[in-house]
């Protein structure tokens, strides 16, 4: 296989990253210490460490993965809506589930009206639960593919 262009692989999913290599990428990335070739073949089930040794040498060409003492770490995410904050990703539309959640929290007991239920308090409710359960199904979408 020729080498693939490192300005590919930040351009959101890389096409190039599918099958093994997107299995073998997957799991460093879940891991929060550097992964060794040894490691990714138990892990996965791989036929011999060449394999895992071929796999991890098309992230690095691709700048996915750096070597680091102890084996390889992820360098570079390549997910849309993730966010990285050391070794953990999170998708961002967890700020947005937070916020959805805590705001229909507050509207149900601190700012429901004494004397009934009026239009505009019901329609708050009705666009913050749909909003809520948006952001929750992108988050699952997201949540998926890891």
């Known amino acids: 296989m020729s080498d693939v262009p490192r300005r590919e692989a930040s351009e959101g999913y ?12 997957r799991l460093m990335l879940k891991q929060r210490k550097p992964v060794g070739i040894s490691d990714l073949q138990r892990a996965l089930g791989l036929s011999s460490p060449s394999v895992s040794e071929y796999h991890v040498k098309k992230l690095l060409r691709l700048g996915l993965i750096r070597e680091e ?5 992820i360098e570079k995410v390549v997910f849309d ?8 990703s999170i998708p961002v539309q967890t700020a947005y589930v ?13 700012l429901s ?4 239920i009026d239009s505009t308090f019901f ?5 913050n639960s749909v909003a809520l359960a ?3 199904y992108e988050m699952t979408k997201i949540l998926r593919r890891f």
């Open 81 to 88: 809506n993730i966010i990285r904050i050391r070794r953990i």
């Open 113 to 116: 009206p004494q004397a009934g």
């Open 123 to 127: 329609l708050a409710v009705v666009v």
């Open 69 to 73: 003492q102890g084996g390889y770490v």
């Open 14 to 25: 890389d096409p190039y990253l599918k099958g093994t290599t997107y299995r073998v990428y």
């Open 134 to 136: 948006i952001s929750l």
């Open 98 to 110: 937070s916020f959805f959640s805590v705001s229909l929290a507050m509207l149900l007991t601190f």
